[in-house]
């Protein structure tokens, strides 16, 4: 009797793992398909445009949680409500513009999708932007947050913007002694 009902467990994570891997694969290619019409169509930050990418940064990316993940505890718990809202804010823009700039560098092709590995709760996307014959990897760190899918990190060739994005603000804030004030400045 044991065994029937593991095996019905087994059954129906199976199952739900796959719809849950089915749902992500379907917001990855519509976004990144989004994505790609977006780039494609790009005249600059004074164009109309633009404004599709801050829609695009702000449906897709879990900007607060990155945003305050760059930041070391003690610089978070020192500042006050209007500081972290003024640093969030510009780390928004910063980030679109980021984005933007990453894909003015990128004139045109297609992303494929390669695979998606959950780990710790974080899917883990594997993909690749083809252009031509030549190709990009690029890594994407997703968390399902509050019943949609939010960007934490992407990796592209190898280099997290996490990880780059923190060493950076870390220099920032040890050059200004932690003042978030000033990094939001320079920003």
Known sequence: ?????????????????????EEITNWFNKESEKF???MNNSDGQNNKNYEE??????????VKSIAYGLIPESVLSKSDKSDL???GFSFQNYLTKTIYNLSNNTTSGEIELVDIDLKDNIYQINSKIIEGRNSISLYWKVASIKSSFKILDVIVENTSYFVTKKSEFSKILRKHRGDIKKLTEEI
Request: zero cysteines; charged letters at 25%; aromatic letters at 28%.
């Open 36 to 38: 790609l019409e977006i």
């Open 85 to 87: 809202e003024d640093y």
């Open 53 to 62: 990418y801050v829609r695009f940064v702000e449906k897709n990316f879990a």
């Open 1 to 21: 009797n044991f065994p029937k009902y593991f095996l019905k467990y087994l059954e129906l994570f199976f199952q739900l793992s796959h719809a849950v891997e």
